[in-house]
Structure formats: C-alpha cells, structure tokens
C-alpha cells in the first residue's frame, strides 16, 4: 500500500528512473542516509507543480512502479495536468493497447508504440488485478474471454461477461466498474463521445446499452432492430455502428429463442446498423446496409476522420471498405461503400474451414490498425494447414497502404484491443 509521504529511498530511485545510466557520463556515488532522514523528506517539501513537472518526464516504461511509491504520488499522475505537461513536453505517442485477463491475480497488458516517425515499440506487463472483482458468479478469466475494450481518453474500459474493468494507459493501474445490465458475449461495443455503448451478444434481449463513466452507471438507451451475436462495433461522427455477426431470433413468433431464418441471418452477417446516439434512432431500422460482394463482416472501427471502417471475410480472402457517406444517403457510388487496399493476410490463412477475426481500432485520424487472428473451425481441416494470432497491421488511410508491426505475443494474441495515446 502506498504510503502518505514519499521516503527519500524512493526520490533516489525516482532520479535514477528520470536519468538513463550511462557510464561515460555518471558516476554512481553512495550517499549515506542518515536516521534523521526517516522524519523529514526533501520531495515531500517540493510543491506539486514542480513534482509534476518531474513526473512529466519519466520514461513510460517506469511509470507503472510509481504510484505505488506515495498517494501523493498517485494522485498526481491521475492528474488532467500530469497528461498536460506530457503532451506540452511531446512524450505521448500514438498506442495500441491489448489487455487480457489471465489468472484469478493478474492480467497482462501489451502497449504497442505505433508513432509515424519511429520504429513500432511493443512493452509487456503483467500487473494485478483490484480486488475483489465480482464477476456475476464466473471466474475473471471467463468472465473477460471475449471482452471488449473501448478507450475513453487515457482510460481503457474492459468489459465482459458481468464484469467490467477500468485500465490507466499510463500506469495499469486497474478498477473495478459497474457490469452491463444484461450478461453479453461476443457483443458489439464503442465510444461515442464521452460515452460507451454496447449492443448485442445475448437472445434474451435487444437492448442497446449506454455507459455514463462520471456515475458509473448503465441505462438502456434503444432496442436494436436486428439481435446480433458475434458482432463488432464502431462509434464515428456520433453514431454507433454495429456491424456483422449472427442473427439470433427474438422469441416473439413462439419459438423462445435460437437460431433466426437463413435470410435473416446472412442480413446481419454482411451489413450494418447504425444508431445516433443523441436521439437514440436508427438510421436504417428497415434495411442494414450491406457490405459489396457479400462478405461477412469480421472487424470494424471508427477513426479519427469520421467514417466507419469494416473488414470483410469472403471464400478465400479479406476485403477491406470505408463507409463514405454517412448515416442518411444509400449506398453505392461516392455516397456509399469505398474498397480499400485489402489486408496483407498470407494466402491460405482465410478461407473455408477457417475462422477469422479482426479487432480494429483507429488510431487518431491517419490510422487504422488490425490485429488479426485465424483458427481452424473444430471438425473441419484447414486448407492452408495452420493458424494466424495476433498479427497486427497498420492501415495508413491517407497513403492507402499497409504495413506490418510486431506481432502480439503469445499471451495476448487474442487479446481485446483499444488505441491509444500514451
């Protein structure tokens, strides 16, 4: 547990964190501590606008060690003004964050530097989890298993199956948040605004869910036209998308559940819907739009310029669309669907008897990036005979080209993912 007062023992290790050890320039002086030091700290007499200049500039990599030094501490660097004096000095870069619930105890986090003018950067951390966490009668790994994380400013929200986790990009440092009204699995989720909405991933109810973070509260904002299993979900220009997915039946024509007709389901599986948020009305309520060449849709996400971004699983390969025309225009022509560079997926890893998913993010207003996975479905045989996890790729939108970063590893492959800036 932190302590009120910040030790001199910790100011050294603190300098020492802010200075990089190079023996051509700094020579290692031990430097007694006397007894009297215990009752008078030098830090503790710093006034917070100088600490928070210090804290400023510390490397990212020992920024999870230091609220542990002192409360004071802490609560500086959950400061809006820690995150002022790091973007004035330009040490916040553009990141994807992975987060995965591994154990009981712990979960591991994964932040991938993916700034334009260096080399991506990939930092792993295993950090605890707060306790206790009430995961509606599951343990922490199930309960997170097919989590998805939205990013709130410079907090990244985890959210599960009856369980919800808050993550600090900067520190790990992580809570406990208030669960979804209704149990949800393989659920579309987004921010839009200062807030979070989910949808789908459940037969038991329609509703389309908003987060308020200030209260840490859940209120049921619409019904969803279409009950979607399996699906992904955008947030751009104030509306929430949720794309792809099964279509699972409502129970009101008296079967109590289960599996929808066929044209029902293919709907769902290659087409979009899409809510605005401050009226809660669906633009499209009657007829989803439909991704060209009837593909499944397999990933989405919003970026920074305004459109929405899907990729789409079709026999043998991806293809990759921009929608371009916002929520109230048809589709096709400059008003509707754009292909774009498909992903550099190798050839053999998508096709049938494989399952693909993408979890995108945007990446402020330049980039989108995808971490793709691909497994063989249980009875069937792969005819590219192996398996693709957590490979990330980084769409440059006004290039129009991809790129590869580093892999995820192996922990965090299918990891739920979030960008950034940190």
């Not at 007062?5 to 603190?14: A, D, K, Y």
């Not at 200030?214 to 699906?231: F, K, N, Q, T």
């Not at 060449?293 to 990729?311: E, F, N, P």
Request: hydrophobic share 45%; aromatic share 6%; charged share 15%.
């Amino acid at each position: 547990m932190a302590a009120e007062s910040c030790h001199p023992r910790g100011l050294s290790w603190f300098a020492r964190s802010c200075i990089p050890a190079d023996p051509a320039r700094h020579i290692a002086v031990p430097v007694p501590i006397s007894a009297d030091a215990e009752e008078e700290s030098p830090i503790s007499a710093l006034p917070d606008e100088l600490l928070l200049e210090c804290l400023a500039r510390v490397p990212r990599a020992s920024l999870p060690a230091l609220p542990a030094v002192c409360r004071r501490f802490a609560a500086l660097l959950a400061s809006e003004g820690f995150l002022h004096l790091r973007r004035a000095h330009g040490r916040l870069r553009p990141c994807l964050l992975a987060v995965s619930v591994s154990s009981a105890a712990t979960f591991a986090r994964a932040l991938l530097q993916l700034g334009a003018s260096s080399v991506p950067e990939l930092e792993v951390a295993a950090l605890p989890l707060p306790s206790p966490l009430h995961c509606a009668g599951s343990s922490s790994s199930s309960a997170f298993a097919h989590a998805r994380a939205v990013a709130l400013g410079r907090d990244v929200y985890l959210i599960g199956r009856g369980a919800t986790l808050r993550v600090d990009a900067f520190t790990g440092a992580a809570r406990a948040c208030a669960p979804t009204l209704f149990p949800r699995k393989k659920f579309a989720a987004a921010a839009v605004g200062a807030r979070i909405y989910v949808a789908g991933g459940s037969a038991r109810t329609g509703a389309v869910e908003e987060y308020d973070p200030s209260a840490d509260a859940w209120r049921v904002l619409a019904e969803a036209p279409r009950r979607r299993y399996g699906c992904a979900g955008a947030g751009a220009g104030g509306v929430f998308y949720v794309a792809g997915g099964v279509a699972v039946s409502s129970g009101r024509d008296g079967s109590g559940g289960g599996a929808a007709r066929a044209p029902e389901a293919h709907a769902c599986a290659g087409s979009v819907d899409a809510l605005h948020v401050a009226s809660g009305a669906w633009a499209w309520s009657a007829r989803p739009r439909a991704v060209p060449g009837g593909g499944c849709v397999v990933g989405a996400c919003g970026a920074g310029d305004g459109h929405l971004y899907v990729v789409a699983s079709h026999a043998v390969d991806l293809s990759f669309w921009r929608w371009n025309g916002g929520v109230n225009r048809g589709g096709g022509g400059p008003c509707g669907w754009v292909a774009l560079e498909a992903p550099p997926v190798p050839r053999g890893l998508v096709g049938l008897g494989m399952a693909v998913r993408v979890a995108m993010a945007g990446v402020g207003g330049d980039r989108v990036t995808a971490v793709v996975n691909a497994t063989a479905v249980r009875g069937h045989n792969a005819a590219g005979g192996g398996a693709l996890e957590g490979m990330v790729l980084v769409y440059d939108i006004g290039g129009g080209k991809w790129s590869r970063a580093p892999d995820l590893p192996p922990g965090l492959r299918r990891a739920a993912c979030a960008a950034v800036e940190c």
